[in-house]
């Protein structure tokens, strides 16, 4: 059987320079970018955007990183688009914010629609059967994710095969939290949207990796890596054994392997070009348990509010902009002002609660971090 390919190219700056020459060696490693990118073929990146941010936050794909790879994929020969749904707002919005419009405008990448876009069945998925697809996506020929190496509190590691997930224009996204309550349906489906949309090549941005609170209000950890594969779940497995966390905690990985996605074994992934062990980090600070089934029965729901972390907000660093009220999609509301006093801060109902984390992700002031219960805590050590 063939092994699946991961390349891992260390670089430890985002001098422009440097990340190119470490992109051409990894998708050399690879075989060359032309097995990715034919001559006026429509090639369209999705850089890891989420709301747009500055680039030193490590919440979004470093422009660098992203201008290194465009740039590759044109002298292919490719036409090359780009954009990314964000949790809220406009593409061109975010996109702008995350430097990424610059570099596009500078080199001629065009910017995709990420706003609108079509239903497609999808007969094939494991649990979703269709999915409506960025029109930006549906209108290329192929598609590049730009990933950021993030840790996630629903599935523990943001990597490759999350970051698809911003090819569901606006704010259908969250409905698929609503819809997919449970961490292990949820991540499904993001398997079904990758096995749908196929992206022909992941480059992680892991030069600067975000540890703890992510994937928004995390803390930024020099990794000094770039990954590279066509194969979203081994690229996912491979950043995970690098920060000590096991591929199999994280929920995409198993349905990944069902759904002929990839592969998270390590005895089926050939690692080329530099040594893995040169990269880990025991200390990377990641929730290392597998999260909880969260719903279903009362007595699950009983359970999980015992067990799940929670959402907590830090009222020192509030400010009351009610992002977090916006974005939880849950009826009614299960962060809010409860008391209906607008002028307070807002408050947690977790008994309303799916853990789906949208108001921690979407948090301007990263006030908002996770706690678990005491029963959590208690068999996080078990
Ligand atoms: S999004 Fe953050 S800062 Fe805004 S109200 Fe919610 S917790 Fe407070
Ligand atoms: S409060 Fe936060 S974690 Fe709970 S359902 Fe709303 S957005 Fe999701």
């Keep these: 059987m063939n092994k699946t390919k ?35 073929e429509r090639i369209v990146m999705k850089p890891n955007v989420l709301v747009g941010t500055n680039p030193e936050n490590c919440v979004t794909t470093h422009p660098v990183v992203f201008k290194a790879v465009g740039r590759l994929l044109m002298e292919a020969g490719a036409s090359v688009y780009y954009g990314d749904s964000p949790s809220f707002g406009k593409c061109e919005f975010s996109v702008r914010r995350a430097g990424l419009k610059r570099i596009g405008d500078e080199l001629g990448f065009s910017l995709a629609d990420f ?39 629903l599935v523990r590691f943001t990597g490759a095969v999350k970051n698809q997930f911003g090819c569901v224009p606006g704010l259908l996204k969250s409905q698929y939290h609503v819809k997919l309550p449970d961490p292990y349906d949820f991540a499904t489906m993001l398997v079904d949207l990758n096995t749908l949309v196929k992206p022909r090549l992941c480059v992680m941005d892991g030069i600067m990796a975000m540890e703890g609170n992510g ?64 990269f880990f980090d025991e200390t990377f600070e990641v929730i290392r348990t597998p999260p909880m089934p969260c719903t279903g029965s009362r007595l699950r729901t009983f359970v999980k ?72 805590r208690f068999f996080s050590r078990a």
């Design 115 to 153: 706003d609108a876009g079509r239903q497609v069945s999808h007969p094939d998925g494991l649990l979703v059967k269709s999915f409506v697809i960025a029109n930006g996506v549906l209108d290329s020929d192929g598609l590049v994710s730009l990933p950021k190496f993030k840790t996630h509190p």
């Design 6 to 40: 991961v390349a891992l190219v260390r670089c430890d700056t985002y001098e422009e320079d440097k990340v190119l020459k470490a992109v051409q060696t990894g998708l050399d490693l690879l075989g060359g970018v032309s097995i990715f990118a034919k001559r006026h």
């Design 305 to 376: 509010n015992r067990i799940c972390e929670r959402p907590v907000i830090n009222k020192a660093k509030c400010t009351n902009c009610g992002t977090c009220v916006r974005m939880c999609p849950v009826e009614p509301k299960a962060v809010d002002w409860h008391t209906g006093d607008t002028s307070r801060q807002p408050t947690h109902r977790y008994d309303r609660c799916i853990r789906c984390y949208c108001c921690q992700e979407v948090c301007p002031e990263g006030a908002i971090l996770l706690e678990s219960p005491f029963l959590g």
């Design 215 to 278: 994937p928004r209000s995390g803390k930024p950890k020099k990794m000094n890596v770039l990954l590279f594969s066509s194969d979203p779940i081994a690229i996912d497995a491979t950043a995970c054994r690098i920060i000590n966390l096991d591929p199999a905690v994280v929920p995409t990985s198993r349905p990944g392997e069902q759904a002929g996605l990839g592969t998270y074994h390590i005895e089926n992934i050939e690692i080329v070009g530099d040594d893995m062990e040169q």
